[in-house]
Structure formats: C-alpha cells, structure tokens
C-alpha cells in the first residue's frame, strides 16, 4: 500500500512540484482520493491507527482519546537560489545581466522590503512590533488576535534578528570572481507574519528579508481541526493546544484521522501557497518580477510533532497512574528531565466534589493543588514526552525536531511516511512504558535465564544476574529500550561508562558478547546484516521486575532483617516505607520462629 501511494505522489508531486494549485494537481489529489475509497471499500488499509498497551491497560478509564498531528514546520525555498550558479542565474532573468549583481544591490533589496511592509502595514493599520535578540516570541499574538471569528489575513507582524545564509559576491576588475555564502552567518532583519486562515486558523510565515527570501511556514494541527470542527458543529473545549474534557472525542479523532491522510499534504501545500506569496513575498519581489524571473518555492518539512490524547474519567485516578509510571520507570528508563511545573487551580472533579474556589498563586508554591509533570526522553533531535493537560487529558507525543533524524526523507511527498515513522514511535514508546510499568516474570523465568544456551552453533552462557556486570548491561538496556531507531554496541557501551565508573573497561568486544547472550534467551531482536539492535517488551517487562525485586524489594527488607530495635521513626512517614518497617518486622519473626534468627 505504501509502494503504491508513493508512486502517485511520485506522479503529482515529484515532476511538478512547484505548480501545486493547478488544475491538473487537483486532479491527481482526486486520483489519490478514489484511490483510498477503493481500498477501503475492498478492506485495504491506507491509515492505521494502532491502539498501543498502555491506552489498553487504561481503557477502562477513559472516556476517549484521539490522535492528532501537531505543530508543523515547513521549509519553503526557491531551489535556483540555493547555489552559486543558480543565485546568479535567477538575478539575470530578473534583471536581464549580473550586472547589478553586488553587495550593495542586494542589501538593497533587503531594504526595499522593509520599506514596503511599513509602508502596507501602516496604510491597512496592521501593527508591527519589534523584537529584541532572545526574546521569545509564541506568547505576544495572543493580545492581537481579532476578535472577529470571520477575520482572514495578517493581523500582525513582528520584526527580529537573527543569522542567516546571504549571498556574498567578490568582484575583481568589474567582473564577478565568485559567490559564496559567509562563513559566519550574519544577523538579518526576519519578519514574522500572522496569519488567520480559515482552514488552519492561526499560522506563522517566518521570512528572511535578504534574496533568495528563505521561509518558513508553521502550522499546527489541532487548528485545522478545530476549524473543521466548528463548521460541522462538533463541540469542542480547547485549552492550550489540546482539546480538553467536554469535547466530542469520537467525533475530533474522525476529523484528525483526514489530516494524517495522504491526500492532506495538498491542502497544506494550497495553504503555503495561499499566503506565502500574496503576504510576504510580495514585499520582496512584485507579481511582475516574481513571473518573469520564475520565482516558485518548494517545500520540505523541517519540525513535526505527533500527539496522542487519552481523556480520564477522573482526574484523581488520571494523576494516580501518571505518577506511578513516573515513579516506576523513571530510573529505569534513565529519563534525564522531569519537570514538574506548579499551577494555581484546582481539577474540574475536585471543584464539583468540594466546591472550593481556586487557590490564590501565593498558596500554590507552598501546596499546589493541581500541576503538570513532564516526563521526557530525548534522542538527539527526537524527542519523546508525557505530561498531563487540563484536569482530565493524558497526553504523550513524539517529536522530530529535525525530520532528518526520522531517516525517511523530508520532502512534500514524504508526509504519509514521516507521519507513520512518528506513529511508530509514539506507539514503541508507550508499549515500552507499559512494559516498565507492569513488570512480571513469568513462571520459570529467573530459571531459565542463568541456564547456557546455544545461537547458532555457538554455545552461549547463560544470564547470572548475580554478576554486577551483567545487571549493569540490563540497566543500560532498559535506558535503551525507548530508542526509537534502535542501538547499537557502541551505544551500549557509551551508557556503561557513563553511567556505571566502575566499567571503564567496558569495550565494544564485550558488548557484542553480552547482546549475543541476551539474544539467545529472545530477550532482543536484530536487524539482519545490520548494526541496530531493539529489546522486546517482554524482555523489559522480565528485566524490570527482576531489577525492582532485587534493588526496591530485597535489598531494603535484608538490610535490616538483623536488626530487632529500628531508631525512632520520622513525624511524616511515607506509606512505602510503612509497609518497609511491616516486611521487616515478619521476617524477624519468621526468622526467629525457624531458629536461624541471630
């Protein structure tokens, strides 16, 4: 099914990418349409929306739950212009030579437009504000945005600075003896134009002022489908980026299930289209120069993020498995960041059970009465995160910070692949999650795991997890485990020497040899004739509930099993540690019952 879609995407968008609003790209879109009807009217899948094990173990719980693409990042780029000889190419069919072709005519064009935005801004009363270097710009549209629901175009633009790749020409004896981009990128004027479309709501085009005027358009999923939403006359309550509790969920995961569709890459690419030329680019080039010297951008994404929202029944019961993931893998898992952010109201159960008022801010550092925990792992440019939204909305994602890193490509017609490759992420990262969670050895497992065992015709030996060594290599695997492109040896042992002094002299050789035996018991899969290696979910289930037995169990009940008289307890004990001193005190008295008690 993916062959095929990829081959008439090849067709529509490979050959003809930068008439994307012709007639004759409307009708491929439709060919891809009727070709998704065919197959879902024959039972062919074209989408697959997996349910994963943790929103199985939940769903007793849950209300409902939706997925959704988010934030997305788009390049847009003349392709002429991202070389020397192309540079020069385009500025002779826009100004018939490369005579002009100089420092000071291009800082002058970066001038010109400039002058034109102000000059259009002030005649259509849009305001401009300027942005100091560093200051974070996502929160300021939100006092400028219309109030008229049915306003459509700019509203507002914001100038700041920050590097960028320009064009320098080196001239000698009047002629041109090269162009090269600097070395150091210097600081140019960008201008950040905001939008309100009627399909996508709230958009960004981010646009360097200097020629080839390299772009961005950001756009965010769940815009689209609130606007959808609102036309078919779906309830939807929205906060913060998310469709919270007293929202249609059946109803939102039918409309965000269009957007992860194929056929959904045309109605961007028509709304990059829509704006990009008529409100931003125009200011650079006019219609007039943008036709006779063939302007056309192309586009490629450059960030996305994937969202999976699962809706509680209760909040209380919401935090009360949240946290408990958290406290169980957290370790395990190695998450280096968990944030924990204190809010000032209370979760909508809470306000109808008890009828408080919300707590001031001042009382909420001192006893929060709701906040949101971020629980995050991060893989170079992707990232993989849980955290809670509104009073009832569990919500996990997968983000690509860079598309580069998924491995699939980063074009237009690669939209159905990078979505299913962040799918698949999301998907292994919360199976693996749950694997954590719900830890269990299955009968006879801790037995068979020291016995040797054979791969191949090579005779291995078995797991004796009493060796610190091996259940170091455990540790690391199970911080591993979330990696969603897999690991390798080398990555094995990078963990161990960071994380464990005392394996300094722990090198690939002794890596590969540990990965061989934990194959040999199918606790891992790998790729053939290739490098990357993934641990299974039960295998992180059977090497998580060894570990916590022996380390969160054992360990503390042995240590003070010879000890009859404990010191004097704390004033707030927490309950864990009650049922500590509890198991210590049965185990004295069983000891001293069978007459081996010192």
């Not at 190695?334 to 059970?353: A, E, M, N, Y």
């Amino acid at each position: 099914m993916t062959s095929i879609h990829a081959f008439l995407r090849f067709k529509v968008l490979r050959f003809f990418p930068d008439y994307a609003g012709k007639k004759w790209f409307a009708r491929g879109e439709q060919i891809i349409s009727r070709f998704n009807v065919f197959c879902y009217v024959t039972g062919m899948k074209t989408t697959n929306h997996t349910t994963d094990d943790f929103s199985t173990y939940c769903d007793e719980e849950l209300e409902g739950s939706y997925d959704c693409v988010d934030r997305m990042v788009v390049n847009a780029y003349h392709r002429m212009g991202q070389t020397a000889a192309g540079f020069r190419t385009w500025w002779r069919q826009l100004y018939g030579s490369d005579e002009t072709l100089d420092r000071v005519h291009i800082m002058r064009m970066a001038g010109d437009f400039g002058r034109r935005l102000k000059g259009a801004a002030k005649k259509y009363q849009i305001p401009v504000v300027y942005m100091s270097m560093g200051e974070r710009k996502d929160g300021i549209w939100e006092q400028y945005r219309p109030k008229d629901s049915s306003f459509k175009g700019v509203f507002l633009i914001l100038i700041g600075r920050a590097p960028a790749p320009v064009w320098e020409v080196f001239r000698r004896k009047g002629r041109i003896v090269n162009i090269a981009r600097k070395a150091k990128w210097p600081y140019v004027n960008y201008f950040y134009f905001h939008i309100m479309d009627p399909d996508w709501g709230h958009m960004i085009i981010r646009m360097c002022s200097y020629p080839p005027f390299g772009a961005q358009i950001i756009l965010n999923g769940h815009e689209w489908v609130a606007c959808q939403a609102r036309r078919q006359g779906v309830p939807i309550h929205k906060t913060d980026n998310c469709f919270v509790e007293g929202s249609e969920y059946q109803a939102l995961e039918r409309i965000a299930k269009a957007l992860r569709d194929p056929t959904a890459i045309g109605q961007l690419l028509r709304a990059c289209d829509r704006w990009v030329y008529s409100s931003a680019l125009c200011f650079g080039l006019r219609q007039t120069d943008q036709e006779r010297s063939r302007f056309r951008y192309s586009y490629s994404f450059f960030q996305l993020e994937y969202s999976r929202n699962l809706l509680f029944k209760r909040g209380r019961r919401m935090d009360e498995i949240f946290q408990r993931t958290i406290e169980r893998t957290r370790g395990k898992l190695d998450v280096k960041r968990l944030k924990t952010i204190f809010g000032f109201k209370h979760r909508p159960c809470q306000i109808q059970s008890r009828g408080k008022k919300a707590v001031q801010l001042e009382m909420t550092i001192e006893r929060p009465a709701y906040n949101l925990t971020v629980f995050k792992l991060r893989w170079g440019n992707l990232v993989l995160k849980m955290y809670d939204k509104g009073g009832r909305v569990l919500r996990t994602e997968a983000v690509a910070h860079n598309v580069k890193s998924l491995r699939c490509g980063k074009g237009a017609d690669k939209w159905d692949l990078l979505v299913e490759r962040l799918q698949d992420m999301l998907l292994a990262f919360m199976n693996t999650l749950q694997a954590a969670h719900l830890a269990f050895l299955d009968d006879g497992a801790l037995e068979a795991m020291a016995k040797p065992s054979r791969r191949g015709d090579r005779r291995l030996a078995g797991l004796d997890m009493n060796k610190a060594r091996i259940r170091s290599v455990a540790n690391a695997l199970l911080a591993l485990s979330t990696r969603p492109d897999g690991f390798t040896a080398k990555h094995l042992v990078e963990h161990l020497r960071e994380s464990h002094t005392c394996h300094q002299g722990y090198n690939q050789r002794h890596a590969v040899y540990d990965l061989a035996k934990f194959m040999a018991k199918g606790l891992m899969s790998h790729e053939r004739r290739g490098r990357y290696y993934r641990i299974m979910p039960t295998a992180v289930r059977a090497l998580m509930a060894y570990l916590i037995i022996r380390e969160q169990v054992l360990k503390p009940i042995l240590a003070g099993a010879g000890r009859k008289r404990l010191g004097r307890p704390p004033k707030n004990m927490d309950p864990i540690d009650q049922h500590y001193l509890n198991l210590r005190s049965e185990l004295f008295d069983t000891l001293n019952k069978l007459g081996i008690a010192a």
